[in-house]
Every structure is written in C-alpha cells, then in structure tokens.
C-alpha cells in the first residue's frame, strides 16, 4: 500500500488517480501516522508555501511519523513542494526549517530576462546519476513543472536530473530510499505514469 500524505497541500485526488491509472499498488490518502507507519511506500506531494506546509505537517503531527518512516527504509516520493520539504531549510518569505532529511536549501529563482518566476510549463531533464525512477523513460523526455522556488542540494552526487531554465536547476533526487521530483509526474502524461509506475514497482 503507498500512502499518499495528506496536509492540505497537494493534487492528493490527482496523484492517487494517476496511480489507478497506472495500477500497481493499492493508493490511500491519509493523515494518519498509524497508516503511514503502516504502509509499503510514502508519496509527501505539495503546492502552497513552504512554512504553511511546515505547519500544516506539525499540526497534525505527521513529522515523526514521516522521519521515521523514511528512516526505517521505506521508498519515499515527495513530489514538487514535497520536494522541497525534505531539505534542512527554505527561503521562501522568510527562513523556515524543513524536515531535513536531505542537506541543503530551497532558494529562489535568479534568472536573467526574459524568464518568469513561477517557472511554469513542459522542460525536459537531463539525467546526472542513475535513478529507478526513470527506468526505460528517455533523456530529453518533457515534464510539467510550476514552482517559484528551486532545491539546492548540498550533496550534489544526489541530483538525479537537472532541467535547463535560465540555467540547471535541480529537477529531480535520489539518496538510497528517498527520491524526488520538482516537476509533476502526475500532470506529466505519459513519461509522468512511467515513473509513478517505477515507484510503485520499487522492491
């Protein structure tokens, strides 16, 4: 069972019908820790503000729960704003700590003209290091993204793909049994269910 975390802060109904779509595993939608202790896999995905976020997770006391789940093995997926989440802090309006189970920070754009922040449409990724996330998907393929802020790992040996937007950003990671996409697998069409198919086939 993958357990699709729910906070209020994320496409939870478009994520867990992709996953139907794709149909390799049993997907729920929960904010209950007991189920996220109890499931296979984890999927953290996100739109909103980082420290809204934050907050929304410490109100209904998923953080533990998350840590310790990702901790002890379990594949994890944040998705977007789930991405971000996993680094040590963020600078969006501000200075706010992240659940830090990743080293480094989520800044904003500095683009030269004429891009626009959000950065919102299709790119395609460049991959830097192997990822079981993109198993039979192309290099050059094209995903949807929409974010106003972009990851910077401090560990860059985790970069798993970059898309070129003014310059690399950070599109997608990958540290052991933790992985993550800036763009929106789910609103991504075909390439997008591929990968949400290789996370849910994850051993």
């Not at 739109?47 to 729960?65: E, N, P, W």
């Amino acid at each position: 069972m993958i357990a699709i975390i729910d906070y209020d802060m994320g496409n939870l109904r478009s994520v867990e019908k992709a996953l139907d779509k794709v149909g390799c595993a049993e997907a729920v939608i929960t904010s209950d820790s007991a189920v996220i202790g109890r499931a296979e896999k984890l999927i953290l995905p996100g739109v909103g503000a980082f420290g809204d976020a934050m907050s929304a997770l410490a109100d209904r006391d998923l953080i533990d729960a998350i840590k310790t789940a990702i901790g002890t093995g379990k594949p994890t997926l944040g998705i977007c704003l789930g991405m971000q989440l996993l680094f040590d802090v963020s600078h969006e309006g501000g200075e706010h700590r992240g659940l830090g189970i990743l080293r480094g920070s989520v800044v904003p754009f500095d683009l030269p003209r004429p891009f626009k922040v959000p950065h919102m449409g299709w790119n395609s990724l460049d991959y830097h290091t192997p990822s079981p996330l993109f198993a039979g998907v192309p290099a050059g393929e094209y995903f949807y993204f929409v974010h106003g802020y972009c990851c910077r790992p401090s560990d860059e040996s985790i970069v798993a793909a970059t898309t070129d937007y003014g310059g690399p950003i950070c599109a997608s990671v990958a540290k052991g049994n933790l992985f993550a996409a800036q763009f929106h697998p789910e609103k991504s069409q075909g390439v997008g269910l591929a990968v949400l198919k290789n996370f849910a086939e994850l051993a």
